[in-house]
T-cell receptor, first 110, second 114 residues
């Protein structure tokens, strides 16, 4: 059973636009919600993460919005750039258990 | 920050041979490491959880005898693909849990079986 559902599967955004990727989960025991960025031929790398005691976390152009009651969280990439083109994975975690979404392939066109 | 080093980054082997992939935690001790397989433009598929000093736990559908995992020390886990076939060609990635809820991936290994 998929612990976290991620959408969309792929996303095409114009340079300068906003990219939004969504994830939803069911288990309220999850208490850590990271996002990973993966470039072709490389392993995923931690991009940004949030804990459920805050509703938003911003790091540069990347923002996580977290809705605890809806059990949803999303990644927003402001002023998207071609260099942001990559696959993005959300994850949910409790303790040492990590579960990953199915990934979103983002393409930012110039 | 915590670094997981994976080697080799690319390997080509002949069908029927075995190939070993190494995953090292460089600046921390990893009692647990994970091995993933990823097909082009697809998600991460967890293959097995590697525990230092004990047998690995394999996910359903993963052949234990084909994908041998050894976690002999707190900084090294290896994945050996035995009797490789072209269908084993894939991108293999290891990962480890670091301190403070960190989860770090290696850089991946592109295996091509010809």
């Amino acid at each position: 059973q998929q612990q976290v559902k991620q959408s969309p599967q792929s996303l095409i955004v114009q340079k300068g636009g906003i990219s939004i990727i969504n994830c939803a989960y069911e288990n309220t025991a999850f208490d850590y919600f990271p996002w990973y960025q993966q470039f072709p031929g490389k392993g995923p790398a931690l991009l940004i993460a949030i804990r459920p005691d805050v509703s938003e976390k911003k790091e540069g152009r990347f923002t996580i919005s977290f809705n605890k009651s809806a059990k949803q969280f999303s990644l927003h990439i402001m002023d998207s750039q071609p260099g942001d083109s990559a696959t993005y994975f959300c994850a949910v975690s409790t303790g040492n258990q990590f579960y990953f979404g199915t990934g979103t392939s983002l393409t930012v066109i110039p | 920050g915590a670094v997981v080093s994976q080697h080799p980054s690319r390997v080509i082997c002949k069908s029927g041979t075995s190939v070993k992939i190494e995953c090292r935690s460089l600046d921390f001790q990893a009692t647990t490491m994970f091995w993933y397989r990823q097909f082009p433009k697809q998600s991460l598929m967890l293959m097995a959880t590697s525990n230092e000093g004990s047998k690995a736990t394999y996910e359903q559908g993963v052949e234990k005898d084909k994908f041998l995992i050894n976690h002999a020390s707190l900084t090294l886990s290896t994945l050996t693909v035995t009797s490789a076939h072209p269908e084993d060609s894939s991108f293999y990635i290891c990962s480890a849990i670091t301190g403070g809820r960190g989860y770090t991936f290696g850089s991946g290994t592109r295996l091509t079986v010809v």
